[in-house]
């Protein structure tokens, strides 16, 4: 369940996973890209489940998928796993990978 602090909701998550924020004054709605790509590449599966109920499985699809800049491998394959609707050749952090190789003319 979500805890309420200030009027606002926020995800049952610990605050271990963001020591280099303010947690108190952290705006979990806006920071969402922040939090999935944190919890994706450094939690484990009650953190992924807890962010799946507090944003929605959509919207934590389409953050990976299409908003995220950068995710290390392992946690492209992490995300991979835990949810088959994603493809990694749609992934932006993916595609924008600076150690693949490119064609220069």
Do not use: Q, S
Not at 16 to 44: C, H, L, N, S
Not at 92 to 105: A, F, M, V
């Amino acid at each position: 369940m979500a805890r309420v602090k200030k009027n606002k909701a926020i995800p049952n998550l610990n605050p271990v996973f963001f020591w280099d924020f303010d947690i108190d004054a952290m705006d979990f709605e806006r920071a969402y890209k922040t939090i999935i790509a944190r919890i994706v590449e450094r939690g484990g599966k009650e953190e992924i489940d807890e962010i799946v109920r507090f944003y929605g499985l959509e919207k934590v699809v389409k953050a990976i998928r299409d908003e995220i800049y950068f995710l290390p491998n392992y946690a492209i394959d992490k995300a991979l796993k835990l949810f088959p609707e994603l493809k990694k050749e749609e992934m932006y952090c993916y595609l924008n990978r600076k150690d693949k190789p490119y064609h220069w003319i």
